[in-house]
């Protein structure tokens, strides 16, 4: 078996990088190369993947578990908050003026 460079969560949610086998529905490329490279992602900005596929969002009565470090696939919804993002944007303008 092939593994490939993979992120998963420590148990603070941090991302931290491991070793995982790729899948095998008929490709073997690592996932950072289908995120790249897929063209359901044209167009699209700030989608997370994860398992070569867009992550899905966390369910709310899942997000303890999932911070737990449960095997939960996802992404937390703040972290693909539009208005957030662009609050975000309009301080990193300020501070950076």
Same mark, same amino acid.
């Given at each position: 078996?092939?593994?490939?460079?993979?992120?998963s969560?420590?148990?603070?949610?941090?991302?931290?990088?491991g070793r995982r =086998?790729?899948?095998?529905r008929?490709t073997?490329?690592?996932?950072? %190369?289908?995120?790249?490279?897929?063209? &359901? !992602?044209?167009?699209?900005?700030g989608?997370?993947?994860e398992?070569?596929?867009?992550s899905?969002?966390v369910?709310?009565?899942?997000?303890?578990?999932?911070r =737990?470090g449960?095997?939960i696939?996802?992404v937390?919804p703040?972290? %693909?908050?539009?208005?957030?993002?662009? &609050? !975000?944007?309009?301080?990193?303008?300020?501070?950076t003026?």
């Amino acid at each position: 078996m092939v593994a490939v460079a993979g992120v998963s969560r420590d148990d603070g949610g941090r991302a931290r990088f491991g070793r995982r =086998a790729p899948r095998r529905r008929g490709t073997q490329r690592p996932p950072g %190369v289908w995120c790249a490279t897929n063209l &359901r !992602l044209a167009g699209l900005g700030g989608a997370y993947c994860e398992n070569c596929d867009i992550s899905p969002l966390v369910a709310p009565e899942e997000e303890a578990a999932w911070r =737990a470090g449960a095997e939960i696939p996802g992404v937390l919804p703040y972290a %693909v908050d539009p208005e957030a993002a662009a &609050r !975000l944007w309009e301080v990193s303008e300020r501070l950076t003026a």
